[in-house]
């Protein structure tokens, strides 16, 4: 699988990476129990602090873990690791090793206790901030206080979730730069 | 411009739009004020009731039409939008009048008040269900009441922000379908 070299990212520009709406897959751990989620239902909330709201459903196993340690690791997948997401998604942490059944490798994170997959382009280690919605929407709100991310490519080959088993691979990128005003950039 | 003849679309399964990302162009109106704004701080929140959770910055002139209204339309717009979305995102309704300036039409929703832009996609007349999170976060949940799209293209070609002037257009569809456990679909 693909390794990539990665650097310090700056935690306030992690929009690049989340806003576009990738799939992304959800690591956490407490008490020795390690569990990975594949998940779409995330938004950027503020730039600094880095705030990422994310609904994760009740009855998904990482909820507790990542209710209970009050942190995650939001990792970012590319395209090589398609059917790897489809089948962390598609079976439960209750009752398997997720890291060990799909070969990811667990790298330790530098500021939160779950673990870092190392197979995705980007890591970003998150603390629980406000967990008041979780009651309502089972919303999470993090901040992202360390990122991880290779210096190239400077745009992942994501993939995103229509519903229905489809998924949309992210395109060809390109710039408006030139109609944006100064203080929209 | 590109205009789609559109039919109800089931609220429940609007992921199939907003779940991959896009941005999206908001519409509003509150007592002859009418603005859009362009946005990409989105995420689905549950199915059924169709909820949308939105992060809209208090400063933009839609934020005060939106909490006073209790409404709004999501619009999601194609490719062919790309340079009329970017043109919203930099000017204010406080200033201009957008479907005006940028030769949008607004064709009156069903269950709102807010005007939907008829030049885009699809159409999604929201209600504003939940407004405990303004004032943390600037956080709107939204019920998708009655949902507006075409019968073709099935997957619409979307554009996803990245940040820094630079956006993602959407690329290529593919199933994974038959490595879905059926309940997950």
């Known amino acids: 699988m693909k390794h990539y070299k990665k650097y310090d990212f700056p935690v306030e520009k992690i929009r690049r990476f989340l806003e ?33 709201g994310c609904m994760i459903t009740a009855a998904n196993h990482s909820f507790e873990l990542i209710r209970k340690s009050k942190n995650c690791v939001i990792n970012i997948p590319t395209v090589e690791l398609l059917d790897v997401a489809v089948g962390v998604g598609n079976c439960s942490g209750r ?7 799909f070969g990811l490798t667990p790298v330790a994170a530098q500021k939160v206790s779950a673990p870092m997959i190392k197979e995705c382009y ?4 998150c603390k629980l901030v406000d967990s008041k ?8 709100v993090f901040e992202v206080v360390k990122a991880h991310a290779p210096k190239t490519p400077k745009y992942p080959k994501t993939f995103h979730y229509t519903g229905d088993g489809v998924f949309m691979l992210s395109g060809s990128h390109v710039s408006k730069r030139r109609q944006f005003k100064a203080e929209m950039l």
Not at 35 to 50: A, C, K, N, Y
């Open 95 to 101: 009752d398997v090793d997720k890291f060990e059944l």
């Open 122 to 125: 980007a890591n970003l280690e």
């Open 133 to 140: 919605m979780l009651n309502a929407y089972n919303f999470f």
């Open 20 to 52: 576009p709406g990738p799939i992304v897959m959800v690591s956490s751990s407490w008490k020795g129990d390690t569990d990975i989620m594949t998940m779409g239902w995330h938004t950027v909330l503020e730039f600094s602090p880095s705030l990422v």
